[in-house]
């Protein structure tokens, strides 16, 4: 028997992978991430599955369970919100099950940086706008490394996603204002996917009083750049003059 890291999608219960929601089905224990993880996705558990909200474990009773339960022979699916490699802490879970000897394995899901983007039906790769999506955090009680300050990320006015910072949103905008044009987009997304998600677009102006207005203060993106309103060239792999792969140029030019 294994213990399956699951990524749990971003809220909608329908954006759990196929993979992830056939190992909830079967599992006989389920510990999730119950600040952040929409316990719906929870619902095609079996009636006597164990389930326990990690919010309130810490991380050697959460060990404790997993490794009681694959001695008794069960099936162990740990849920994380969004994706589990993206701010989920499981590398220290994954180090002390290698340690134990006990088998593991990782199921992706689809990060709320990404279900954000489709909330907001913006595309972070637009041509001659930005190829670089940067995925940060502001300091919290985890420190983030010198070198990645936001402003100094914020130098490349790339397509950023920025986590676990909402409730900062003024030192946000403070830190990107050094290196963006203050006339940059800006977006927020609560809560995306799920049914009560709640959307604020502005520039790096307007949009923290935006964010005070509309009462967002957690579980939120907060993205930057502008491939959120511009002008921008098309593609190369659907234009008709290029040929590529799969496909032959339509005019022979290329
Ligand atoms: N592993 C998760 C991130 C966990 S960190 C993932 O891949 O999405 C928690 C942070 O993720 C929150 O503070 C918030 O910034 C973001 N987040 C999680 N779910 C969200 C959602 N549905 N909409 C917007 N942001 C979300």
Redesign the pocket.
Known sequence: MKVYFI?AG??DPELITVKGQKIIKKADLIIYAGS?VNPAVLDVAKNNSEIYDSAAMTLEEVLEKMEAAIADGKLVARV?????????AIQEQMDALEEKGIDYEVIP?????L??AAALKREYTLPDVSQTVIVT?LEGRTSVPDKEKLHKLAKHNASMA?????HMIEDVVKELAQEYPIKTPVAV??????FD?KKVVGTLETIAAKVKEAEIN?????VVGDFLDTEYSKSKLYDKDFSHEYRKSKTGSN
């Open positions: 990524g971003p809220g952040l994380h919100t969004g994706d589990p490699s993206i701010y989920g899901g689809v990060s709320s940086f279900a954000t955090r920025i986590f676990l910072s909402v997304v609560q809560k995306a996917s799920w998600e957690k579980t939120a993106m907060v």
